[in-house]
């Protein structure tokens, strides 16, 4: 158990729709980090925060959004779904926001029919 | 763009066989961080390289980091099927924040 917390595990959408996906850090880290893994794609960071502020910016599209709200849990806002967005979205968290080890939540699983 | 090429895609052995896999890139990093993913979990993080030329061993697992910074490898010896999993190799940038990960190696035991 890594100590970071997502939900829900598995989501099911149609496109068009917007859903938003939770992560809850480990105790103690302030910096989150969210990555998306698809089959064709692996595992590609899509941004990161860091005591409530954005920290930096991966491979996110316009359509998604991020936050990191003052009791340090995060919220991945993924809006005007398209059939390509179904992936698993990984959190992470770390300790501080440079040079620390990242730990894993178990990730969300976004299907959209 | 920072990318890694990780090689082997898939392998598949038999229990007691040794293995390597590589983890390539003409960009440098300022660490190289290797984990191992099941299936419905999230990457756990195995180890954390930081010096060019440093090796670091975790029971019958080898990590090296390349003199350059550039590559890594990890060496698996007497692979048990305790081992099968998806092993990923992870570069961080300058800043520490922003990890590029490999393709992965899909790695299968057979007892």
């Known amino acids: 158990d890594s100590g970071v917390t997502q939900t829900p595990k598995h989501l099911i959408t149609a496109t068009g729709q917007r859903v938003t996906l939770r992560c809850s850090p480990r105790?103690?880290?302030?910096?989150v980090y969210w990555y998306q893994q698809s089959l064709d794609q692996g595992l590609q960071f899509l941004i990161q925060?860091?005591?409530?502020?954005?920290?930096a910016k991966g491979n996110i599209l316009e359509r998604f959004s991020a936050q990191q709200f003052p009791d340090l849990h995060s919220e991945l806002n993924l809006s005007s779904l398209e059939l390509g967005d179904s992936a698993l979205y990984f959190c992470?968290?770390?300790?501080?926001?440079?040079?620390?080890?990242?730990?894993f939540g178990d990730g969300t699983r976004l299907s959209i029919l | 763009t920072q990318l890694l090429e990780q090689s082997p895609q898939f392998l598949s052995i038999q229990e007691g066989e040794n293995l390597t896999v590589y983890c390539n890139s003409s960009?440098?990093?300022?660490?190289l961080q290797w984990y191992r993913q099941e299936p419905g979990e999230g990457p756990v993080l195995l180890v954390t390289?930081?010096?060019?030329?440093e090796v670091k061993k975790l029971k019958r697992l080898t990590f090296q980091f390349g003199d350059a910074r550039k590559d890594s490898s990890l060496h698996i010896t007497a692979a048990q099927p305790g081992d099968t999993g998806l092993y990923l190799c992870?570069?961080?940038?300058?800043?520490?924040?922003?990890?590029?990960f490999g393709g992965g190696t899909r790695l299968m035991v057979k007892p």
């Open positions: 992470a968290s770390s300790v501080t926001g440079r040079g620390q080890p990242q730990h």
């Open positions: 105790s103690g880290d302030l910096s």
């Open positions: 925060y860091y005591n409530g502020e954005e920290r």
């Open positions: 960009s440098v990093f300022s660490s």
């Open positions: 390289v930081v010096t060019g030329g």
């Open positions: 992870a570069g961080a940038n300058n800043a520490g924040n922003m990890l590029t």
